[in-house]
């Protein structure tokens, strides 16, 4: 699959998700090349239709897309709940756990995901994998001791890189932390992983999202399809 047909799938799951936003809803929004579609479309309803929601958003970068639009965003703690939110994924496994991070949102993106009373991703069907760890882990550490804290990773066979930008310069999040990616292959044990990486002192989030999904869109070249969690 090449890059304009892996889009036109994005896009095609961004805009079937959009229908789950509807008016007086206080909506997640989370950050990624398939979340700019999905934002996109709710731009264009807002515009067009007259929708009227209210955002909150897991990265700067989606906040300043949305109130391009004029969608409303607030912050987190201005809500008392969010209706639902609705984020990209790199990858996601049968059992509804999934690895984000790519775009180094992790720690906002869980913070929402958390706070939601239903998860929605979005996903071209490229991230549907048997097994996931194919795709780098991220990590968010602060910097203070990273160096230490991707010895320790080394140590222990997780394969850490710090990720870096085109300059040569560690990423920062929105937290200005920096991100380290475990090239791990294949994760068989998701929840003994995340025990280990949470309990790593310097370690601020992880980007394993165990079991914290209720419904993936996929985008498929048949048309977007809905996996469903039996367990949420
Ligand atoms: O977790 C994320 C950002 O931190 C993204 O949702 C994830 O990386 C998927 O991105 P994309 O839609 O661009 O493939």
């Given at each position: 699959m090449d890059k304009a047909q892996q889009d036109a799938l994005k896009k095609a799951a961004g805009i079937e998700a959009a229908k789950l936003i509807q008016n007086g809803m206080i909506a997640g929004l989370g950050t990624g090349s398939t979340v700019r579609f999905l934002v996109d479309e709710l731009g264009r309803r807002v515009q067009e239709e007259g929708l009227q929601f209210t955002g909150v958003t897991t990265s700067r970068r989606t906040q300043k897309q949305a109130e391009g639009y004029g969608i409303k965003i607030v912050n987190?703690?201005?809500?008392?709940?969010?209706?639902i939110t609705i984020d990209g994924a790199d990858e996601v496994d049968k059992n509804f756990n999934g690895i984000k991070g790519g775009g180094a949102a992790l720690l906002w993106e869980k913070i929402v995901a958390i706070n939601s009373n239903k998860v929605v991703w979005i996903v071209d069907q490229s991230k549907v994998v048997d097994t996931i760890g194919k795709f780098p882990l991220p990590v968010e550490v602060i910097p203070f001791g990273s160096g230490q804290v991707v010895r320790k990773f080394e140590a222990k066979g997780y394969k850490p890189t710090l990720r870096l930008d085109a300059d040569g310069n560690p990423v920062l999040t929105d937290e200005n932390d920096y991100v380290v990616d475990l090239h791990l292959e294949r994760i068989d044990h998701p929840q003994e992983l995340a025990e280990d990486l949470i309990h790593t002192v310097g370690v601020v989030e992880h980007g394993l999202f165990l079991n914290m999904v209720d419904q993936v869109i996929v985008g498929d070249p048949a048309g977007p399809r809905v996996l469903t969690n039996p367990n949420k």
């Open positions: 987190i703690d201005d809500v008392d709940h969010i209706d």
